[in-house]
Nanobody
Framework: QVQLVESGGGLVQAGGSLRLSCAAS????????MGWFRQAPGNERKFVAV????????YYADSVKGRFTISRDNAKRTVYLQMNSLETEDTAVYYC?????????????????WGQGTQVTVSS
């Protein structure tokens, strides 16, 4: 079992940047692919980015490609999401998730463990 705790959310103006962190405890962090998802009010939880166990491969949703960067530090048991050029449409609760079975899962149902989420609000 792995426990995940997100941090780094907040209020930022459009065009600004934030870096989210997700710290893991329990389990073997390096054995999990790590993903970020987001959920806006009234919407389903949607894929944002994923990084493989070693960090060698990443995938992004088209809506964030070129603006967001996912990375991980296995020694610190932490995954990050650097968000640049933020838009009002990026406003959502951001969740990190862990999966031990797949290389780079991109579907909500493929993940075993979830954090509690951190709010990101982008103002115009």
């Amino acid at each position: 079992q792995v426990q995940l705790v997100e941090s780094g959310g907040g209020l930022v103006q459009a065009g600004g940047s934030l870096r989210l962190s997700c710290a893991a405890s329990g389990g073997t962090f390096s054995s999990y692919a790590m993903g970020w998802f987001r959920q806006a009010p009234g919407n389903e939880r949607k894929f944002v980015a994923v990084i493989t166990r070693s960090g060698a491969i990443t995938y992004y949703a088209d809506s964030v490609k070129g603006r967001f960067t996912i990375s991980r530090d296995n020694a610190k048991r932490t995954v990050y999401l650097q968000m640049n050029s933020l838009e009002t449409e990026d406003t959502a609760v951001y969740y990190c998730a862990a999966d031990s079975r797949r290389l780079a899962p991109r579907e909500y149902g493929e993940y075993d463990f979830w954090g509690q989420g951190t709010q990101v609000t982008v103002s115009s």
